[in-house]
């Protein structure tokens, strides 16, 4: 097995729908490793739900003739989503109206799938999950490296930065923070002196990609500022 | 209740009839109010009494001051006026020239002797030289002092009490040559002393104070000389006053008097002494002849009574009898009493006054107490009556209250819903019930007429029908049912009750309605008959629609499942992954025997569930369907309306089958005249013989199929209906093609859809 193959996982509780499924993809697609699982809770029990992937989810989402204890396609969504799972998940359904909720699913991660259709929709479909779980994944990562330059400021500098990121001079920061806590004032030079520790910390060269950097990463922080 | 019958004989003490205790109770409080009244009379008069004694005792001090102011004012001027050289020259002359006889004293005992008036003998000694000489400048002198003192008369005597000089010397009468030695104030100027005396002039028959002092020549007493003073001026006063005053003398004769009657008359009883010492002086001789007098008793009568410091006379003034106060002032100096009086009359008139106002305050106060007793008595009278009332208000109140909450407490616990209406149907009343049952307010049902809100609007037909039966009194007494529905939209079935609404006198005044909510168990009955219908469809029918969408969902899977593994089949052809692709098309076989798995198994329960062709009668068929449908039929308010020759023969046919075909077209005929109202809504079944075949026809009153549906109404899967499945016509029309016969379908010209089922007849 490629270690670079994207995990896919097929959840179905009909065993020729998965094995046919996982037929066709092994022999039209390239770069997946397919696991297949007969039921919702074995496949969030065994499944690398952490790490980026696609699962197909064909589990009846009521219990008009499904299994009692057994979790719905819909019930396994919002355990991943509880989870902050990465994976891009494909849910077919047949006729019928969608199901409000899962719109509201994080990171737009959940594709629609109508049934029947053929296989080169479906495969499209698979496709297109693919580069939805690299780019989930990408921006994970993103957010991990971001969060730990973060955690290398000093505390003075994670208070430093978000001002500066507002466009506002050494001056006019030293003068905010001072104002903001008269207990600790702050001088511009010193302000200065941290403004060059955060460039180097962060990897940014001015305040507008220190502002772009906590915008996409923590806008918490400038809306505080603002809001005080 | 109890209530006192009449006002007036409520208070016993004013009944009719008193009690003797009563009457001198009330003799007793009169009495005592008189005695009361006369107090105040007697009060008012002794207060008047006692003003008028004030007043009296200041006219007494005004009038003792007057007469003592008199007496002094003259009683020096004869002394004074003797100290003339003149007037001792005169005497000395006189008694020089005085022939004898004339110098004896007269005798006293008789006084009328005694006067001798304008003697000739002294008048003609005066009238010689020198003694006239000096007469007449004594009588200028006298008679000067006299004008300036204002007295009436001033005079010398000599010893003998001749008159030697006279102030009124040519006057007329004169006092010259006249003797006064029985004047006592004579008497009393010759022995030494100070003359005084009042008494009626001898000469002038005026009366007048005398004063007289002695004159002395040398050591001796040698003349006389005298002032006569009128007090006219103090009569004119007393005349001027209201009350009479009276002088008296020591003897208790009345001398100066306002009234001039009660003059010289004797206020007591005099003495014969008094009487001859009186004659003898004769001090009030009015007339110079006149007789020796008696004086008759002052014309009064005298009250004196112990605790009063005044007496009352009574006495005849002006003919009237009147009542004086008089108060007496000894002046002793002079030997006289004074005597000024007040009238009574004002005393009295204030008693008088105090007890008839008294009187009259007693009457209105009397007649003020009687009217405010009256007026209690009437008030006690009403407040008992008011609180008699209130009591029975507040009773009634209170019952009325208790048997309100009764009945609303009775109301509220009902869960029937109650309503009232008037004749016209109009809502005048309904319970907490109702509201809850219908989900409208009361205000939102009071006063409304029909229809009212909660009326179903698919049987507004049968609620205007049932009103109308029930405001005629035609409603079933043993109820009839509705359906209505609730406000939030969702249907009520309601057995209604209807009594007529009789007031307390009698008349119609409306309808009551109680309404009990068989929603429960209409719900109840309605399940029960869905399950049942269930329970045969399922059961005993085997329903087609049913078991095909089960199928088709059952099919979808291995078909999915076909499609994925061709699909990959074509990727391992393409990859050349021979073993693969051999996997996937076993796979792909298997699958496809599953999905004819499923078919089979299709066909292997209809043929399960059927007995199989058999000779039957086609009415016995339809009748057998009447029967099924006859709770669904109820359900949709729909009548069954049949028309079925008797002789028609048999067909082989699967009952089971046949039924399901007919119960199908029943059914869609059923469905199809849902928005029709209840009335029209009607089913024909028809049966009959056509040539070698039998036909079953079926038809409704709805709105029949559209033009462009009628074609496709047999393909599967075509529905007009939003939960159908589009199989029913479908297998209806493979059922009969199983039979040997066809179905057919037309829309009728009166409206509604007609299908045809034709059976070829057994040969």
């Known amino acids: 097995m490629n270690p670079n193959n994207l995990n896919l996982y097929i959840v179905d509780d009909d065993q020729p729908m998965r094995k046919s499924l996982g037929a066709l993809i092994l ?202 | 209740m109890t209530l006192p019958a009449d006002p007036s004989r409520a208070p016993a003490h004013l009944k009719a009839g008193r009690t003797s205790t009563q009457y001198v109770l009330i003799a007793l409080a009169v009495m005592a109010w008189a005695g009361l009244l006369a107090g105040a009379g007697e009060w008012a008069a002794r207060r008047e009494i006692s003003a008028l004694v004030d007043e009296v005792r200041r006219s007494l001090e005004v009038q003792t001051l007057t007469l003592r102011g008199t007496v002094a004012r003259y009683k020096h001027i004869p002394f004074t006026s003797g100290q003339q050289n003149d007037i001792s020259g005169l005497l000395t002359l006189a008694s020089r020239n005085m022939p004898a006889h004339l110098a004896q004293d007269f005798d006293e005992s008789n006084p009328l002797l005694n006067k001798y008036r304008q003697n000739p003998e002294v008048v003609e000694l005066l009238a010689t030289h020198p003694l006239q000489e000096t007469t007449d400048r004594v009588d200028v002198y006298l008679e000067d002092i006299n004008r300036r003192v204002g007295s009436e008369a001033l005079y010398l005597m000599d010893a003998h009490g001749w008159v030697l000089s006279a102030s009124n010397w040519n006057g007329d009468p004169s006092f010259k040559s006249d003797n006064y030695r029985f004047r006592p104030y004579f008497k009393q100027a010759r022995a030494g002393g100070m003359g005084f005396f009042y008494a009626v002039g001898s000469t002038s028959g005026l009366p007048g104070l005398f004063f007289a002092t002695p004159v002395q020549v040398g050591d001796t007493v040698s003349g006389v000389m005298a002032i006569k003073v009128t007090l006219t001026d103090v009569e004119k006063t007393w005349e001027q006053a209201q009350s009479p005053l009276f002088l008296l003398d020591k003897r208790g004769i009345v001398f100066l008097s306002s009234k001039a009657h009660q003059l010289y008359t004797a206020t007591r009883p005099l003495s014969a002494e008094d009487l001859a010492d009186l004659n003898r002086t004769r001090q009030y001789d009015t007339g110079a002849n006149s007789k020796a007098r008696t004086f008759t008793r002052t014309a009064w009568t005298v009250d004196q009574r112990p605790d009063e410091v005044f007496q009352r006379i009574a006495m005849q003034i002006d003919g009237h009898d009147k009542e004086y106060l008089a108060i007496s002032e000894p002046l002793p100096e002079f030997d006289w009493t004074l005597m000024i009086t007040a009238d009574l009359a004002p005393a009295e008139q204030a008693r008088w006054i105090t007890i008839i106002m008294g009187t009259l305050l007693s009457a209105l106060l009397l007649l003020g107490t009687l009217l405010w007793r009256q007026r209690e008595t009437r008030m006690i009278y009403l ?138 168990q209409k719900n109840a009955e309605e399940r029960q008959r869905q399950h049942a219908i269930q329970m045969q469809r399922t059961g005993r029918l085997a329903n087609m629609g049913e078991m095909a969408s089960t199928l088709a969902h059952e099919l979808s899977q291995p078909l999915m499942a076909l499609v994925n593994y061709s699909g990959a089949a074509k990727g391992f052809a393409n990859k050349g992954h021979t073993e693969l692709l051999n996997e996937t098309l076993s796979d792909i076989s298997e699958q496809a025997q599953r999905a004819a798995e499923i078919i089979a198994r299709i066909r292997g329960f209809v043929r399960q569930s059927t007995p199989g062709f058999q000779p039957c009668a086609i009415n016995d068929i339809v009748n057998n369907v009447i029967a099924l449908m006859r709770p669904e039929a109820l359900q949709q308010k729909s009548r069954i309306v049949t028309r079925m020759p008797d002789e028609l023969p048999p067909i082989k046919a699967d009952r089971v089958l046949l039924e399901q075909v007919i119960l199908n077209l029943v059914l869609n005929a059923m469905q199809a005249m849902s928005d029709r109202f209840p009335a029209d809504r009607v089913v024909t079944i028809e049966t009959g013989r056509e040539g070698d075949r039998v036909y079953a026809r079926v038809w409704d009153t709805g709105a029949g199929v559209a033009e462009r549906d009628s074609q496709a109404l047999f393909q599967p899967f075509f529905t007009t209906k939003a939960d159908g499945l589009g199989l029913g016509l479908n297998i209806c029309r493979t059922t009969m093609e199983l039979h040997g016969g066809r179905i057919d379908f037309a829309n009728r010209p009166e409206g509604g859809a007609m299908f045809t089922i034709y059976i070829p007849v057994e040969p």
């Open chain 2, 383 to 520: 407040r008992r009556l008011r609180e008699e009332l209130e009591r029975t208000v507040g009773e009634r109140t209170k019952d009325l209250a208790e048997s309100i909450s009764f009945r609303k407490a009775m109301e509220d616990s009902l869960q029937t819903g109650m309503r009232a209406r008037d004749r016209e149907g109009r809502v005048i009343y309904v319970n907490p019930a109702l509201c809850e049952i219908t989900g409208y307010t009361s205000e939102e049902l009071l006063g409304r007429l029909p229809p009212y809100p909660y009326w179903h609007p698919e049987e507004t037909e049968k609620h205007w029908a049932d009103n109308e039966a029930a405001l005629k009194g035609q409603a079933a007494l043993t109820g009839y049912e509705a359906r209505y529905r609730h406000r939030d939209g969702h249907d009520l079935y309601m057995m209604i009750f209807t009594a007529p609404l009789i007031d307390g006198d009698g008349n119609h005044t409306g309808w009551m309605s109680s309404m009990v909510d068989i929603t429960a």
């Open chain 1, 27 to 228: 022999a039209r697609l390239d770069g997946f490793a397919v696991q297949s699982f007969e039921s919702g809770e074995a496949f969030l029990d065994n499944a690398h739900v952490d790490a980026s992937g696609i699962a197909i989810l064909d589990l009846r989402f009521d219990d008009v003739s499904g299994q009692v204890g057994r979790m719905s396609g819909l019930e396994v969504i919002q355990a991943l989503n509880d989870r902050k799972s990465p994976l891009a998940v494909i849910f077919p359904c047949g006729h019928g109206t969608i199901p409000e909720v899962v719109d509201a699913m994080q990171d737009g991660a959940v594709s629609w799938l109508q049934k029947p259709c053929s296989e080169d929709v479906l495969l499209g479909t698979v496709q297109a999950a693919k580069e939805k779980a690299q780019s989930i994944a990408a921006n994970r990562r993103a957010r991990h490296a971001a969060i730990e330059m973060w955690g290398r400021l000093s505390d003075r500098e994670k208070e430093v930065a978000p001002v500066i990121a507002r466009g506002m001079s050494a001056k006019d920061t030293s003068r905010f923070l001072t104002n903001l806590d008269l207990q600790r004032p702050i001088d511009h030079r010193t302000v200065e002196n941290h403004w060059a520790k955060i460039r180097a910390k962060l990897d940014v060269a001015n305040s507008n990609e220190l502002q772009r950097f906590l915008t996409s990463y923590f806008p918490e922080l400038l809306e505080d500022q603002s809001k005080s």
